[in-house]
């Protein structure tokens, strides 16, 4: 099987075009610079990676991210580079011969493949909500996840069951990690997630030979250690206490935080605000809209997501409305000032 460095010579990229994607990669995954060269030498010489790809209840968004991974590798290798041996929207094969290809990928890979799930899995009433082949979506989860070498929620649903889950939750939809619990999962959540994520977690398992650093959820840390707020260009306007109180007024077309509209970005941990999708060119705040928090457990049943964050939880009217939009102005304003005195007391120095 090909190394993803013979793939690259395959594709008519030259050796620096991969020693550059080495390096990104180590960047990307925060690795320490000693590291780079560990890095491009496993690129350089392991097999690319085995994948078998489930889908259960979703929208197949999270697919549709993954193949336009950009940043990291040009769509014509990263669908080369890694062997996607069963993925039921991206395969040729359908009915009997697609779901003969999933067990004889299991036996051939047992132990070395890495397992990504799309989609929540239903073990309600039997599992009957949702299934393939005649099989339910949570055995075919346990027999596939028994043999992979680790498992990979992506997306909202598989992390935290998201909007199947939502009440009233119709379909007994359930996270991932509640069926597989003998080894570890990785969740890469998001509505969709970004797809150089998605690659980046798996690269780095293939270069390193072991899982990225998780936080107290599962999710890399490198990806999903800071809020948006955290690394949002319009944060400086929420420091001075300037938010746009509609879509189209003037504030919002001066960039102005959107605070007031909604934005979730203070309690949202995802790269989005520094990644971006489509090769880095833009994310929904940069696109005048606000983030609703989709990478966040139970998003959907937080509140309507174009209230602010402080009615969100037990909202009763217009009245807590304004008073968590004063609070979060004065906060704004109150760091604002903070800024000022501490500037004007450098400059005094």
Sequence with gaps: MESLYEIFKRKGYSRRDFLKFSLAVSA????PPSLYPKVAQALEKKEKPVVIWLEFQDCAGCSESFIRSTTLLPTEVLLDYISLEYHETLMAPSGFYAEEAREEAIKKYKGKYVLVVEGSPTPADGGVYCTVGGKSSVDILRETAEHAAFVIAVGSCASWGGIPKASPNPTGAVPVYEIVKDKPVVNVPGCPPIGDV???????FLALGKLPPLDELGRPKQF???????RCYRRAFYNSGQFAESFDDEKARKGYCLYKLGCKGPITRNACASMRWNGGLSFPIQSG???????????????????????????SGISDTLKGVGIGAAVGIGIGVLNKLINKKKEEK
Aim: with cysteine; proline share 7%; hydrophobic share 40%.
């Design 289 to 315: 809209h606000p983030c609703f928090g989709c990478s966040e457990p139970d998003f959907w049943d937080r509140g309507f997501i174009y209230n602010p964050l402080s009615v969100m939880e037990g909202y």
């Design 198 to 204: 998605m690659v980046a977690t798996i690269v780095h």
């Design 28 to 31: 990307f995954l925060g690795l």
């Design 224 to 230: 999903y250690g800071e809020t948006i707020h955290d």
